[in-house]
T-cell receptor, first 111, second 115 residues
Framework: DAKTTQPNSMESNEEEPVHLPCNHS???????IHWYRQLPSQGPEYVIH???SNVNNRMASLAIAEDRKSSTLILHRATLRDAAVYYC????????????FGKGTHLIIQP | ETGVTQTPRHLVMGMTNKKSLKCEQH?????MYWYKQSAKKPLELMFV???????ENNSVPSRFSPECPNSSHLFLHLHTLQPEDSALYLC??????????????FGSGTQLSVL
């Protein structure tokens, strides 16, 4: 699977939007973009995934660049419970089963 | 509550012990996974099962032995572990393996300490 690059950490304020970037310049046309997050003392939790078009769900929005070399996870109104490590993962349609997690972005929410 | 239950939550074992980790999913999924999360390291995929057959084994030492007796249960049998095997062991399930349906649901993990 192609590699992703995320900032090690980010800070944001409660009740403000958060934009978490992910660079994946070597993405192939068949790579899906997945986002997960891991709250303290818990297993990772699915957030959202997409292929080409922007995606929205109740948790977040995923904005995918036109050339697909980057994407942004958008939390529209952060709460303290959104403090977690956020992982951006590429999953090739023809690759091995299972997701390969990187180091992710540690999101800190200030009250 | 994710629908994936792992027991025990914590386990301390000596290097000569034999123990087993248990995972149960109540989601009707066909694929189950074992991951290892060591301190300050990314999650490492260990094993993948699809319809009770092992489909991935990522060069995991033989002291870790998985078992999937049915699509709802997954075990990780441990024997003669090393202190460096101390980590959080996470189980996950998905409807099927493969990028379209690989939405993983994780348990809370078993925190393992090897003395």
């Amino acid at each position: 699977d192609a590699k992703t690059t995320q900032p090690n950490s980010m800070e944001s304020n409660e009740e403000e939007p958060v934009h978490l970037p992910c660079n994946h310049s070597t993405i192939s046309g068949t790579d899906y973009i997945h986002w997960y997050r891991q709250l303290p003392s818990q297993g990772p939790e699915y957030v959202i995934h997409g292929l080409t078009s922007n995606v929205n769900n109740r948790m977040a929005s995923l904005a995918i660049a036109e050339d697909r070399k980057s994407s942004t996870l958008i939390l529209h109104r952060a709460t303290l419970r959104d403090a977690a490590v956020y992982y951006c993962i590429l999953r090739d349609i023809g690759g091995a089963d299972g997701l390969t997690f990187g180091k992710g972005t540690h999101l800190i929410i200030q009250p | 509550e994710t629908g994936v239950t792992q027991t025990p939550r914590h386990l301390v074992m000596g290097m000569t012990n034999k123990k087993s980790l248990k995972c149960e999913q109540h989601l009707g999924h066909n694929a189950m996974y074992w991951y290892k999360q060591s301190a300050k390291k990314p999650l490492e995929l260990m094993f993948v099962y699809s319809l009770e057959e092992r489909v991935e084994n990522n060069s995991v030492p033989s002291r870790f032995s998985p078992e999937c007796p049915n699509s709802s249960h997954l075990f990780l049998h441990l024997h003669t572990l090393q202190p460096e095997d101390s980590a959080l062991y996470l189980c996950a399930s998905s409807q099927d393996p493969g990028p379209r349906n690989e939405k993983l649901f994780f348990g809370s993990g078993t925190q393992l300490s090897v003395l």
